[in-house]
């Protein structure tokens, strides 16, 4: 079973930064995806970024320029470094990882206020 701890979730003004951090309770190297969704009231749960085992990244649309993920697999922990938000982006951001099964953080609460 891994457990994943999300952090770095808060409040900031749009145009502003925040990183967010997921980190693993063990390795994170034979996940095939590590992935960032976000679920804003209201609205269906999104992916946001995904990187794979091979550092290939993908991000939506709406993310595209602003928002990178990266891995750290020396730290089990993968990021999500947020830039220009917008308070759209406002939601609870949940870390994912998949290898045979999708395993779940419990989500961290980001709030862009305009």
């Known amino acids: 079973q891994v457990q994943l701890v999300e952090s770095g979730g808060g409040l900031v003004q749009a145009g502003g930064s925040l990183r967010l951090s997921c980190a693993a309770s063990g390795s994170i190297v034979s996940f095939i995806f590590l992935s960032w969704y976000r679920q804003a009231p209201g609205k269906q749960r999104e992916l946001v970024a995904r990187?794979?085992?091979?550092?290939?990244?993908n991000y939506a649309d709406s993310v595209k320029g602003r928002f990178t993920i990266s891995r750290d697999n020396a730290k089990n922990t993968v990021y999500l470094q947020m830039n220009s938000l917008k308070p759209e982006d406002t939601a609870v951001y949940y870390c994912?990882?998949?290898?045979?099964?999708?395993?779940w953080g419990q989500g961290t609460q980001v709030t862009v206020s305009s």
């Open positions: 994912a990882a998949f290898r045979s099964q999708n395993y």
């Open positions: 990187i794979t085992s091979g550092g290939t990244t």
